[in-house]
């Protein structure tokens, strides 16, 4: 398989995301994941997450696990781990309004582009929280937990309140029930209780598939950037792509609770 960009760790895949943001303006909802297809009518009408929708529903996907009430969303507290530029706390925002959301995110650029923006996304390391203990209702991350070390999810457990609730949306390359096995052991060690998993791979393989047709100005680069943009995007012809065309991938949206 050619390689991606983004390199697994370190410091090479910090200074490529801050190369990745500086280089993109990812319009008003910055976002940087795979995408979930079709959009709902309340997304393709808000012209804030029309640049990219199928980014957005992912995210609304996620929120559609939190079984509440107005009232409940209204009280309660949030925060994204890898929030990029803030698309999905704005969407978060704008849908349910909730009491407050904020997010952490390495890139010095993507938080700086969400601050701009009105969204509160604090540059910082996911491993490392600033906020006190026992803050939030709910922590989140979509697409971003393969990047973060265990001590986020133990940070992660140390900010939920008791009963909080922990929503991860994330790749996997195998079935979705060894996702589901994968995540449990993950979250499990940090002392998490598994609540819930569910397996969106079909609408996540439609968003690449309407992307990678989409998307025709790689074919002009040369070879050398050609491949490793085709295998970052997931575009036509990709390793990448074609894992997820045979069923060797899956995206799951696993839910957990940390024990009163
Ligand atoms: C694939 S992007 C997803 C961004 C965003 N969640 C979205 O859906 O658009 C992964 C993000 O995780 C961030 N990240 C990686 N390691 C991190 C860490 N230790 N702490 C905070 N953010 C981190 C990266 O900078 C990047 O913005």
């Known amino acids: 398989m050619a390689p991606s960009f983004i390199p697994t760790s370190g410091w090479g895949q910090r200074l490529t995301y801050e190369l990745i943001y500086l280089s993109f303006g990812f319009g008003r909802s910055g976002m940087f994941n795979v995408g979930f297809a079709p959009a709902r009518q309340g997304i ?28 409940q969303w209204r009280r309660s507290d949030w925060l994204e781990l890898g929030a990029g530029c803030g698309g999905g706390l704005l969407h978060l925002q704008t849908n349910h309004a909730p009491r407050s959301a904020m997010g952490v995110e390495r890139s010095y650029v993507a938080a700086r582009r969400a601050r701009r923006l009105g969204i509160d996304v604090r540059q910082g390391d996911a491993a490392r929280l600033a906020m006190e203990s026992a803050r939030f209702d709910v922590v989140f991350c979509l697409d971003a937990l393969g990047y973060l070390p265990s ?3 133990t940070e992660t457990f140390r900010v939920l309140k008791p009963g909080g609730i922990l929503l991860c949306g994330e790749s996997f390359r195998g079935t979705p029930e060894a996702a589901r096995e994968h995540y449990h052991r993950r979250a499990g060690a940090a002392g998490f209780e598994f609540t819930g998993c569910r397996d969106v791979s079909a609408g996540v393989l439609r968003s690449l598939l309407e992307r990678s047709s989409a998307a025709s100005f790689a074919h002009g680069l040369p070879a050398f950037f050609r491949d490793r943009l085709k295998e970052t995007l997931f575009l036509d012809g990709s390793d990448r792509l074609r894992l997820w065309q045979c069923g060797a991938m899956c995206f799951v949206i ?3 609770r940390r024990p009163d």
Do not use: K, N, S
């Not at 529903?57 to 696990?65: G, H, K, P, S, T």
């Open 254 to 256: 696993t839910t957990f």
């Open 44 to 71: 393709l009408a808000d012209r804030a997450f029309a640049v990219r929708p199928h980014q957005i529903e992912l995210y609304a996907q996620m929120f559609d696990q939190v079984p509440w009430d107005a009232d």
């Open 151 to 153: 001590a986020a999810l």
